[in-house]
């Protein structure tokens, strides 16, 4: 298993648990729902290449840099740092380590 399946899933899991977290606390359905398709997409992408399938990391980072794109949005119209500013930090690493994996 190489470093940017193993980045894939962690970022998965974490955008799996932001949504829950985030309708946990803002009673936000659209984090929920977001969160857990996002996160389980990113999450099967990995599991897709670890079980050799090609594709696997690149709809991984596709996901990843959609995410990061939308959290940007959402960083600068609330200029809050939770959550969009570290899903955003989180996101890029992933991107560069997959990227630097392919």
Request: aromatic share 12%; proline share 1%; glycine share 14%.
């Amino acid at each position: 298993m190489n470093l940017g399946i193993v980045a894939a899933f962690g970022y998965g899991i974490l955008a799996l648990l932001g949504g829950i977290i985030g309708y946990i606390q803002a009673k936000s359905k659209v984090s929920l729902i977001s969160g857990i398709i996002s996160g389980l997409f990113i999450i099967f992408a990995a599991y897709c290449q670890l079980q050799g399938q090609s594709w696997g990391l690149s709809v991984a980072a596709f996901v990843i840099g959609v995410l990061v794109f939308f959290f940007s949005i959402r960083l600068a119209k609330t200029r809050k740092f939770m959550p969009g500013g570290l899903m955003i930090i989180f996101g890029i690493v992933t991107l560069v380590v997959i990227l630097n994996q392919m």
